[in-house]
């Protein structure tokens, strides 16, 4: 069987899985960016291989493969499905580059559901339920990707008085918050459904301590990219509804996580366009990001 993964990976992953088994097919997936991940059926079972070949993320980041195996074994704790640490190559050693094995979800991907206030609750009740874990030993602290003090106004925007104004209210101190556990990239395309309802949630590599708002913020902004700001307001009433008294809203978190991708003149996500959504344009980015940053102000 010819395949993109080389004999010293497919070795590591029948080793770890087990001698007896045997490799049926291998399926590279969609939507990954930032990492090469592969689903790989077996005689025992399929899995799912994540190998880190950003040398740039991993400069900065290099325990990642430690980090998601070890965000797995506490997000099992939230009572929704995640995938199960089965191994993990930290430093590369064992198979080429730093990896993790873990087994797969049933599930696809949902852009387009037809019920959207079921989909949102479906979003808004995961995410509340991984809030619900406590985090208070977990290495791994939240922090921000962009530095506040040396944020530059975009030269795409068409309001630009209004960013200067977005970036003095994130420069404020922070909200205090009681951390919790958080995904940290939670958004459509890591969520799983069957059926309309949700079947798991992947991708946790960026897991760590932090404010709840942060992963409601993440979602919001792009929920709001995908479909407007109408979208990303129903998706956090449907939250608060569900949360209780276990939240309060700030809108500093939802500025902070818009900061958070000032990189360059705004673009479809790539993720997107593989799930099937082809009606959005670089040009919607920028006039939706406008506009979800106009309505956020409103909410100072």
């Given at each position: ?50 190998q880190f070949d950003n040398d740039e993320w991993l400069k900065e980041e290099p325990d990642l493969a ?235």
């Amino acid at each position: 069987m010819k395949s993109a993964l080389s004999d010293q990976v497919l070795d590591w992953v029948r080793k770890s899985v087990g001698s007896e088994t045997e490799i049926r097919s291998i399926k590279r997936l969609h939507g990954g960016i930032s990492s090469a991940v592969h689903h790989i059926s077996l005689t025992t079972g399929d899995v799912v291989l994540r190998q880190f070949d950003n040398d740039e993320w991993l400069k900065e980041e290099p325990d990642l493969a430690r980090h998601e195996a070890e965000s797995l074994r506490l997000a099992r704790k939230a009572p929704i499905p995640t995938p199960e640490i089965i191994a993990f190559d930290e430093t590369g050693d064992r198979c080429g580059m730093p990896a993790v094995l873990m087994t797969k979800l049933e599930g696809t991907v949902l852009l387009k559901a037809q019920h959207m206030e079921r989909w949102l609750d479906g979003l808004a009740e995961s995410l509340v339920r991984i809030h619900s874990v406590q985090a208070d030993n977990f290495p791994w602290t939240y922090f921000t990707y962009k530095d506040v003090k040396e944020l530059e106004i975009p030269d795409w925007s068409s309001y630009p008085e209004l960013w200067g104004a977005v970036f003095d209210f994130v420069r404020e101190p922070r909200p205090q918050v009681k951390p919790c556990f958080i995904h940290r990239d939670y958004h459509p395309t890591n969520i799983l459904w069957v059926d309309d309802k949700v079947s798991g949630v992947v991708d946790w590599v960026n897991a760590c301590r932090g404010p709840a708002g942060i992963d409601i913020g993440h979602c919001r902004l792009n929920l709001a990219m995908l479909f407007g700001v109408s979208t990303a307001d129903e998706f956090l009433s449907a939250y608060e509804k569900l949360a209780g008294y276990s939240f309060s809203y700030h809108p500093y978190w939802d500025l902070l996580s818009l900061i958070d991708i000032l990189f360059g003149s705004p673009e479809v996500y790539p993720g997107w366009i593989a799930f099937g959504v082809t009606n959005l344009t670089d040009q919607m980015m920028v006039d939706r990001l406008d506009q979800y940053m106009k309505s956020l102000l409103k909410k100072i």
